[in-house]
């Protein structure tokens, strides 16, 4: 069984930043991909970011703007997205997603990351 939780979201204002941390737990012994995504009211889910196991590949979504970056410390378990300039648009549920895979593996697509955490809140005010 495998675990996952975020943590660290909150309100900011407007061009502010703020750092999301994902922290997988249990089985976590084969490699997996780390991935990103957030979910606005009256919208559907969408890819934000992703790392491989590898700490080299990676992929961001439209969504990130250049203005995010992921990290991820494979020894800790834990992921970071870094989101700077944030914006009112950047309001939304984020959630931290896993999926074993091949460590070169970067994928966008919600359904195929297996184990999902609970999701924390992003709220950027104007």
């Known amino acids: 069984q495998v675990q996952v939780v975020e943590y660290e979201g909150g309100l900011v204002e407007t061009g502010a930043s703020l750092e999301l941390t994902c922290a997988v737990s249990?089985?976590?012994?084969?490699?997996?991909?780390i991935g990103w995504f957030r979910q606005a009211p009256g919208m559907d889910r969408e890819f934000v970011a992703a790392m491989a196991w590898d700490n080299i590949n990676v992929g961001y979504g439209d969504s990130a703007e250049g203005r995010f970056s992921i990290s991820r410390d494979n020894a800790k378990n834990t992921a970071v997205l870094q989101m700077d300039n944030l914006k009112p648009r950047d309001t939304a549920v984020y959630y931290c997603a896993v999926k074993f895979t091949t460590p070169r593996d970067v994928s966008r697509s919600e359904n195929l990351y297996g184990y999902w955490g609970q999701g924390t809140q992003v709220t950027v005010s104007s």
């Open positions: 249990g089985d976590t012994s084969a490699t997996y991909t």
